[in-house]
C-alpha cells in the first residue's frame, strides 16, 4: 500500500530519527511522493476519525521566500529543505465528517445505522463545544499525525525536523488561508540530510512511570 | 536496541493500526515490557528535548477498579486491557532539565559549551512562561510520544486505543499526583485485540493540502 519506500525497518526507523538542520539543497522531492508521504501519515488515529490536521506546504521558491522571515532562528531548515510543512488544526473539522461517514458507509467499513448515530451524536455535540477546546481537539490530533510523518519521511529516505519557533500569528494568513479557522501547531521541515542531526538522550523509563 | 520485537515491518505496523476496543483478558503484559514500550516510545522528539510526557500505568486490578468509574463509555478497553496508560504532560519538565543536558555530556552527545549555552538559555526563558503555554507545549510534546507508542505497541504484537472520553479533572489525583502540575492529554488500552478493530477511511490527500 505504501508508495516509495525505501526502508521499511522499523527499529531503524524510530532509533535512526534525528532532528536535522542542514538538508542537501539539490535533493527536491516531487509532488507526487510528497502527497503520498502525507496520506500515509494521515492512517493516523483522530477524536471520532474527525482527522482535523491539514497541511501547507511550502516547496516553492517564492513560498520559501515568503516563510523565511517567520521562521526565527530556523532559517537554514527553511533555505536548505525540500519543503516546510506548516501543520495545522482546522477548527471545523465537522465540515468533512458526513464525508468521512458517507464514504466508510460506501466501501462497506460501517454500517448505515451505525453511521446515522455517529453523525447525529457528534454533530449534536461538537459545534457547539467552546472554541478553546476545539482548538486542543485539532492540535493533539495534528500532533499524532505529525510524529506519524516524521516516521513515514524516514522510511521514504528522508529527514525531518519539528520546530516551534515560528511566529504563528502571521504563519497562516500570510499563505492567505483563514486564521480563524486554522491554527498552526508546528512546522516540520523535511530533506535529505547534509549533516547528520545529533543523538541526543533520554531519561530511564522509571523516572517518567507511575505504576498503579 | 529494541527489547520484544516481534514485528518489524514498518508498513504493517502504520497501515494495521486499529482502535482496538476489546481485548483477551488473558493476555497480561509483564512489568518490563511495558517499561520498555514506554522507552522506546520516549525517542520521540520534544521541545528543547525536555520530554514533558509521563505516564499512570494502571495494570492493577485496584487501579483498574479506580480507573474504572472515569473513563465513561469506555469501560470494555479498561476491563479487558493488560493496562490503561495515562498519558501525562509535566508542566515542571524544566526540573528535569539538567540532568538530560549533562548526561548528554557525559555521554560525549554534547559539547560542554553548547550544553552551558542552552541550559542557560531554556532556563532564563521557559520558568517564566504562561501556564496555559506550558500546558499546550506539554500536550503537543506528549501526543508526539502518544504517536509512537501506540506503533511500538504493534512492534511489540500488541495493540492500543486512543481515548478522549475520560473524567480529566479526575483522573490525577485519583492515582495521587499532583493535578495542579500533570495534565492528561489522552488514555491509551494496550493490550491483545480479542475482536479486529474497525478500518476506517480517510480523506484524499489533496482535500487535506495546500500547496505554496
Same mark, same amino acid.
Given at each position: 500500500?505504501?508508495?516509495?519506500?525505501?526502508?521499511?525497518?522499523?527499529?531503524?526507523?524510530?532509533?535512526?530519527?534525528?532532528?536535522?538542520?542542514? @538538508?542537501?539543497?539539490?535533493?527536491?522531492?516531487?509532488?507526487?511522493?510528497?502527497?503520498?508521504?502525507?496520506?500515509?501519515?494521515?492512517?493516523?488515529?483522530?477524536?471520532?476519525?474527525?482527522?482535523?490536521?491539514?497541511?501547507?506546504?511550502?516547496?516553492?521558491?517564492?513560498?520559501?521566500?515568503?516563510? &523565511?522571515?517567520?521562521?526565527? /532562528?530556523?532559517?537554514?531548515?527553511?533555505?536548505?529543505?525540500?519543503?516546510?510543512?506548516?501543520?495545522?488544526?482546522?477548527?471545523? =473539522?465537522?465540515?468533512?465528517?458526513?464525508?468521512?461517514?458517507?464514504?466508510?458507509?460506501?466501501?462497506?467499513?460501517?454500517?448505515?445505522?451505525? &453511521?446515522?448515530?455517529?453523525?447525529?451524536?457528534?454533530?449534536?455535540? /461538537?459545534?457547539?463545544?467552546?472554541?478553546?477546546?476545539?482548538?486542543?481537539?485539532?492540535?493533539?490530533?495534528?500532533?499524532? /499525525?505529525?510524529?506519524?510523518?516524521?516516521?513515514?519521511?524516514?522510511?521514504?529516505?528522508?529527514?525531518?525536523?519539528?520546530?516551534?519557533?515560528?511566529?504563528?500569528?502571521?504563519?497562516? =494568513?500570510? /499563505?492567505?488561508?483563514?486564521?480563524?479557522? @486554522?491554527?498552526?501547531?508546528?512546522?516540520? =521541515?523535511?530533506?535529505?540530510?547534509?549533516?547528520?542531526?545529533?543523538? =541526543?538522550?533520554?531519561?530511564?523509563?522509571?523516572?517518567?512511570?507511575?505504576?498503579?
Amino acid at each position: 500500500m505504501l508508495e516509495y519506500i525505501k526502508n521499511n525497518d522499523f527499529t531503524n526507523i524510530i532509533t535512526g530519527r534525528r532532528s536535522v538542520k542542514l @538538508y542537501d539543497e539539490n535533493v527536491k522531492i516531487a509532488k507526487e511522493e510528497l502527497q503520498a508521504i502525507i496520506q500515509e501519515a494521515s492512517l493516523a488515529p483522530s477524536s471520532a476519525n474527525m482527522q482535523p490536521w491539514r497541511v501547507i506546504v511550502v516547496h516553492s521558491p517564492e513560498g520559501k521566500n515568503k516563510l &523565511r522571515p517567520l521562521v526565527q /532562528f530556523n532559517t537554514r531548515q527553511n533555505d536548505t529543505s525540500a519543503a516546510m510543512l506548516i501543520i495545522l488544526g482546522d477548527t471545523q =473539522s465537522e465540515l468533512y465528517l458526513e464525508k468521512i461517514y458517507n464514504t466508510a458507509v460506501e466501501l462497506g467499513k460501517m454500517p448505515k445505522d451505525v &453511521r446515522d448515530k455517529q453523525v447525529t451524536q457528534i454533530m449534536s455535540m /461538537f459545534p457547539q463545544l467552546p472554541r478553546e477546546l476545539k482548538i486542543e481537539i485539532a492540535k493533539i490530533d495534528a500532533s499524532l /499525525f505529525a510524529m506519524q510523518l516524521m516516521l513515514v519521511a524516514r522510511a521514504h529516505g528522508y529527514d525531518t525536523n519539528p520546530m516551534g519557533g515560528f511566529e504563528r500569528d502571521k504563519v497562516v =494568513s500570510t /499563505f492567505d488561508l483563514d486564521d480563524e479557522r @486554522y491554527v498552526p501547531v508546528m512546522i516540520l =521541515s523535511i530533506g535529505k540530510a547534509k549533516e547528520a542531526g545529533h543523538e =541526543s538522550v533520554r531519561l530511564p523509563g522509571e523516572e517518567i512511570t507511575f505504576w498503579r
